[in-house]
T-cell receptor
Framework: GESVGLHLPTLSVQEGDNSIINCAYS??????FIWYKQESGKGPQFIID?????DKRQGQRVTVLLNKTVKHLSLQIAATQPGDSAVYFC???????????FGKGTRLHILP | GAGVSQSPRYKVAKRGQDVALRCDPI?????LFWYQQALGQGPEFLTY????????KSGLPSDRFFAERPEGSVSTLKIQRTQQEDSAVYLC????????????FGDGTRLSIL
């Protein structure tokens, strides 16, 4: 299928290394944050989320860090695998409505 | 299990034609969202339904865009008099209830306007 993000910033990581994808969000009133993974031709797939009363949350091979002071979010992927190749979007949800505001995506490219 | 289903997966239309895009949310999901994703960009919110009520349509780009969900399940996004700038992937998402996260996305309809 056609690529989702032809002009997105790209992070190239050696297979087996850890990946860190960074994101700046816009709304200081947002109280819920999500990382989505989007493969070519597919819809966004939920990876991990975090609420604004936390600064770190861990999942399986993934960790999300939230720094509300500088409105920064990061996604860490441990032991990156070929299947992790995709475009990753951070997203925020306001405390007044349910719509998701997506950030600029980052393409993760895995080097063999 | 069954996820969010969208049809058609691909739609090609000539400029000026009307198109209709369908979304079947996950069974029992009350909230339904439409997003537009231009090439190389993140999805952008279009409109939101809670059951059959359209509670937010602030993201619809123009009055050529119309969405409905008459029975509170299947939703249709209609674009009238299509223009080339309407070319994008249209994504549908659903969630169990208002305020419930995360939303579950379908794989989208890729619309190309010639």
């Amino acid at each position: 299928g056609e690529s989702v993000g032809l002009h997105l910033p790209t992070l190239s990581v050696q297979e087996g290394d850890n990946s860190i994808i960074n994101c700046a969000y816009s709304n200081s009133a947002s109280d819920y944050f999500i990382w989505y993974k989007q493969e070519s031709g597919k819809g966004p797939q939920f990876i991990i989320d975090i609420r604004s009363n936390m600064d770190k949350r861990q999942g399986q091979r993934v960790t999300v860090l939230l720094n509300k002071t500088v409105k920064h979010l990061s996604l860490q992927i441990a032991a990156t695998q070929p299947g992790d190749s995709a475009v990753y979007f951070c997203a925020e949800v306001g405390n007044r409505d349910d719509k998701i505001i997506f950030g600029k995506g980052t393409r993760l490219h895995i080097l063999p | 299990g069954a996820g969010v289903s969208q049809s058609p997966r691909y739609k090609v239309a000539k400029r000026g034609q009307d198109v209709a895009l369908r979304c079947d949310p996950i069974s029992g999901h009350v909230s339904l969202f439409w997003y537009q994703q231009a090439l190389g960009q993140g999805p952008e919110f279009l409109t939101y339904f809670q059951n059959e009520a359209q509670l937010d349509k602030s993201g619809l780009p123009s009055d050529r865009f119309f969405a409905e969900r008459p029975e509170g399940s299947v939703s249709t996004l209609k674009i009238q008099r299509t223009q080339q700038e309407d070319s994008a992937v249209y994504l549908c998402a659903s969630s169990l209830a208002r305020g419930d996260q995360p939303q579950h996305f379908g794989d989208g309809t890729r619309l190309s306007i010639l």
